[in-house]
């Protein structure tokens, strides 16, 4: 455990250290993935109104509009996948940090429970010390 926690303690500080950083990138990366999402909607919807006055029959149409709905609903899609994703990061997240968490928290007990032995067994030395002090005034007080 005091191995597991001096790596997570130096994990924490390297974390910190670019955080900010990577923060950044990934926000960047994430806008870039959506804008480049929102760019494909947008060409196919524009295929589509340039399709609309080429189509005369009924079932041209339907199609269209069956299309249209199809994109729409692709691109409501793309936005709860995007919450979703975010969602499943902070709970990856969240365990990673519970798990590190733990293994402090273990830390910790252990340390605690190393005190609590350690000063019991200073409490017996000094009981002991002063016993074996008594005995010995005791003894000088009994041979004068």
């Known amino acids: 455990p005091q191995a597991a926690f001096a790596h997570l303690a130096l994990a ?3 974390d910190v250290f670019t955080l900010r950083q990577r923060v950044q990138v990934e926000k960047q990366a994430r806008d870039a993935a959506e804008e480049n999402i929102q760019e494909e909607l947008g060409q196919c919807q524009a295929a ?8 005369t029959n009924p079932g041209c149409k339907e199609t269209l509009e069956q299309l249209q709905r199809s994109l729409a609903v692709l691109a409501a899609a793309v936005e709860r996948a995007t919450s979703a ?14 798990r590190a968490a ?4 273990q830390h910790v007990e252990n340390l605690k429970r190393h005190h609590m032995r350690e000063h019991a067994e200073l409490e017996e030395m000094k009981r002991l010390i002063q016993q074996n002090s008594r005995n010995r005034q005791l003894a000088e007080t009994q041979g004068e």
């Open 12 to 14: 924490f500080r390297c």
């Open 48 to 55: 589509l109104e340039r399709l609309r006055p080429s189509c």
């Open 85 to 98: 994703a975010e969602k499943l990061g902070a709970v990856h997240q969240e365990a990673r940090m519970s």
């Open 102 to 105: 733990e293994v402090m928290v």
